[in-house]
């Protein structure tokens, strides 16, 4: 059974970081683009950040960039999502997404085709 799962979410204040994992069960991720998304509440899914199969491409959102970081640990079949100096606007829930093609170019919801359930991440004091 082909299966994301998301973790690492959590309540954190302004200023903090988080690290949040994708884990592949059912298929080897390597074989795959990744991408996260987040989707605030009263919002469209709106993508943060992608690593191509051969970690050749990447891309960031521009809220996001400097300050996250995605990276895969293939031996482990997990990809990551550093966020360092978070900001209330982070506040979403984040998803991960697969897809067979490309190199981090269009990422947009539409083009992904199995998704994880999501992972809560909350910036406030």
């Known amino acids: 059974q082909v299966q994301l799962v998301e973790s690492g979410g959590a309540l954190v204040q302004p200023g903090g970081s988080l690290r949040l994992s994708c884990a592949a069960s059912?298929?080897?991720?390597?074989?795959?683009?990744i991408a996260w998304f987040r989707q605030a509440p009263g919002k469209g899914r709106e993508a943060v950040s992608c690593?191509?199969?051969?970690?050749?491409?990447?891309y960031y959102a521009d809220s996001v960039k400097g300050r996250f970081t995605i990276s895969r640990a293939n031996a482990e079949n997990t990809v990551y999502l550093q966020m360092n100096s978070l900001k209330p606007e982070d506040t979403a829930v984040y998803y991960c997404?697969?897809?067979?093609?490309?190199?981090?170019?269009?990422?947009?919801?539409?083009?992904?085709?199995?998704w994880g359930q999501g992972t809560q991440v909350t910036v406030s004091s």
């Open positions: 997404a697969t897809r067979a093609w490309g190199s981090c170019t269009f990422v947009r919801p539409s083009f992904y085709g199995s």
């Open positions: 690593i191509s199969r051969s970690e050749t491409n990447t």
């Open positions: 059912g298929f080897t991720l390597d074989d795959y683009e």
